[in-house]
């Protein structure tokens, strides 16, 4: 799998400026995010890769200096407007 046009987002927390990973990235020209989470083993960003499919997300696992990263997206399919 590759990443391109990989980049960092803009951090709104100052908690999160100093974290490494990436909080999006694009992968076949789609954007995920970050689930926040890094993991151990491969073994366990697959799992939580495999739980995010189940509740309808698209998700990729990426590996970044030794961590497992979990990346998700969903596309709204049914959207409820309402009028005043």
């Known amino acids: 799998m590759t ?3 990989a ?3 803009r951090s709104l927390a100052p ?4 974290m490494s990973p990436s909080l999006s990235l694009v992968c076949d020209g ?3 995010m970050w689930d926040g989470r890094p993991y ?3 073994d366990e960003a697959l799992l939580a890769e495999e739980t ?3 509740d309808r997300f698209e998700a990729c696992v990426a590996e970044e200096e030794g961590q497992f990263l979990v ?3 969903r ?3 049914n959207a409820v407007v309402t009028t005043q």
Not at 15 to 18: F, G, I, K, M, W
Request: no cysteine.
């Open 7 to 9: 980049k960092q987002a």
């Open 71 to 73: 990346y998700t997206r």
């Open 3 to 5: 990443y391109a046009n």
């Open 52 to 54: 995010y499919r189940h």
């Open 40 to 42: 151990a083993t491969r």
């Open 15 to 18: 908690e999160l400026v100093s």
């Open 75 to 77: 596309v709204v399919s």
């Open 30 to 32: 789609k954007k995920f």
